[in-house]
């Protein structure tokens, strides 16, 4: 057993001071405390402060990135759910249309769409982009070329499974079919 230096000698007798002995055990307060010689210089550790008072983090499984979406591609899917959602088959639970908005209220209203729907328990989606006229001399349609980056950004790719082109009845290719993932498969 290691021998305390001075000043350990000191905190242990000042935290002992409030100890009452047990029944049968003698400790006399008027013993000195034996002076032990000079400590050698301890080993300097460096640990970061912020290490100091924050608590060990579980290790996360490493899950792998999800694939990236694009229209018309299922991503794991039955191919019964694939050929039905291809098809426009499963029934569209919301609508969102993004006519006539900017870029960044369509972004925003996309995102706070896709959550809100998902939070919900909604399976299938509708978004209206609007088909766009690349041949004119001021070219529209960005909102649906910008659509698919958006649908594959951090906030919305875990909740999406596939994405695929309106059939024409429900707008062709002025709108896309975005399949959620359910709610209970969802990785927090």
Request: with cysteine.
């Amino acid at each position: 057993m290691r021998k305390l230096n001075p000043d350990e000698r000191r905190l242990w007798d000042f935290v002992t001071r409030s100890v009452t002995p047990l029944k049968g055990r003698h400790h006399s307060a008027d013993e000195p405390a034996p002076i032990d010689e000079p400590p050698a210089k301890p080993k300097a550790t460096h640990i970061p402060v912020d290490r100091l008072f924050s608590t060990p983090s579980p290790k996360k499984e490493h899950t792998p990135a999800p694939k990236r979406l694009h229209i018309g591609t299922a991503v794991d899917l039955d191919a019964a759910t694939a050929r039905k959602f291809k098809r426009g088959k499963m029934p569209c639970d919301a609508k969102l249309d993004l006519h006539g908005l900017t870029l960044a209220q369509a972004h925003s209203g996309l995102i706070s769409f896709i959550r809100s729907q998902s939070e919900r328990g909604a399976r299938s989606v509708i978004v209206i982009t609007g088909k766009g006229s690349p041949n004119s001399e001021r070219p529209t349609g960005k909102i649906k070329s910008e659509l698919i980056h958006w649908l594959n950004a951090a906030p919305l790719r875990p909740l999406i499974l596939a994405v695929n082109e309106a059939a024409p009845r429900q707008g062709g290719s002025g709108a896309v079919y975005v399949l959620l993932k359910r709610k209970d498969r969802l990785r927090s």
